[in-house]
């Protein structure tokens, strides 16, 4: 399908009351809508904790039990770099100066995906056209799974609200072994081709892909043997998928969010972008500082999505402003107040489209 078009409303719109708002916030507190010493300070504890767990795990072969743990750990500490600094940077939010927001974001080449691709699946397609099925990519998980009712039903679909955890724990190896691929390759997210890339960026690509395999495989498998490679790298792998995975589903594919399509004529969508974005978003476990701090203020995924340019450290001060707003307007805010809500929305999110003719 080509990229739909949103309406241009009438002022003064939401989207531009709110902006004015959010920027007079800045304005009068007179600091930076980007990170700050206390997010530097959490970037620098992440990176510390994972090539200390790394070493350890590779080069001082820990015992087996302790070594599982420690794979698990590893797994927390590379979600909670992509959540923190990777995407903070991959959006320019991360800091005021443009090298090191490239700095930032280049962490998830050394994870093994590609900061490329995902600028163009996440920054460009996901944030513009969010749970559009056949444009977002981030609804694509098809034939295993069933996110939204435009999507066609398989009969397996009739179990994924049971097996879906499954399907999820593999999202960081298919990612990092299939998907960037297929992106480069076809020169395609989805349909939508991807930009033009750079000799720089070729060679990031497969320079940073080696490095992984280096890193990741070869490396641990001469250290610590194949057997214990294996048993070590998939449970870091499938439960580093599982994390990523479920942390972004609570945010987009629950009980009360939308998938709005197109007119079939003109090509929009009903609503203007930022009421689009409030109508397909959804927060979770605001008031849990825990989540707050592992998850990069991904649990404020509404004012992610609304203000992708404002480090996440400022999203429960801008909270309020967002939702005095949408009041004002009468525009839902999707909310739910602790992380097993957001979870079991989800689930039953899922067992709805277990059923053919299920209408959101």
Not at 20 to 45: C, H, I, M, Q
Not at 98 to 110: D, E, P, V, Y
Not at 333 to 348: C, F, G, M, P, R
């Amino acid at each position: 399908m080509s990229v739909p078009k949103f309406p241009t409303p009438p002022p003064p719109s939401f989207h531009a009351v709110l902006k004015n708002r959010v920027n007079d916030y800045f304005k009068e507190k007179g600091e930076p809508a980007t990170g700050n010493l206390r997010l530097y300070s959490k970037a620098l504890f992440l990176t510390i904790s994972f090539l200390a767990l790394y070493i350890h795990l590779v080069f001082y072969t820990p015992p087996a039990g302790w070594a599982i743990f420690e794979c698990l750990l590893l797994s927390f500490f590379t979600s909670a770099i992509g959540f923190n600094i990777m995407h903070d940077g991959a959006h320019g939010s991360f800091s005021s100066k443009t090298w090191i927001n490239a700095l930032a974001a280049s962490s998830l080449n050394f994870l093994g995906a590609n900061t490329f691709m995902w600028k163009m699946k996440h920054n460009v397609i996901h944030h513009a056209y969010t749970n559009i099925d056949g444009v977002d990519d981030d609804l694509d998980a098809k034939p295993f799974l069933r996110l939204c009712d435009t999507q066609k039903f398989y009969k397996m679909h009739k179990y994924q609200h049971f097996y879906f955890w499954f399907v999820y724990s593999l999202l960081y190896l298919f990612w990092i072994f299939f998907s960037d691929y297929k992106k480069y390759f076809s020169r395609k997210v989805g349909d939508i081709p991807l930009k033009k890339m750079t000799w720089q960026d070729e060679i990031a690509f497969w320079g940073f892909k080696v490095l992984h395999i280096l890193l990741f495989i070869v490396i641990p498998i001469i250290t610590v043997g194949a057997g214990a490679w294996a048993i070590g790298f998939f449970s870091y792998a499938l439960f580093t998928g599982f994390v990523l995975s479920i942390v972004f589903q609570l945010a987009h594919t629950v009980e009360h969010t939308h998938f709005p399509m197109p007119d079939n004529i003109t090509n929009k969508v009903e609503d203007e972008w930022a009421i689009h974005q409030l109508k397909t978003t959804a927060n979770f476990a605001t008031r849990n500082r825990l989540a707050f701090w592992f998850m990069g203020g991904l649990n404020f995924q509404v004012e992610h999505h609304l203000f992708p340019k404002i480090s996440h450290i400022h999203y429960p001060k801008i909270n309020k402003i967002i939702k005095e707003t949408c009041a004002e307007f009468n525009v839902t805010y999707i909310e739910y107040k602790k992380v097993l809500d957001a979870v079991v929305s989800h689930i039953i999110h899922l067992k709805h489209l277990s059923k053919p003719d299920f209408a959101h």
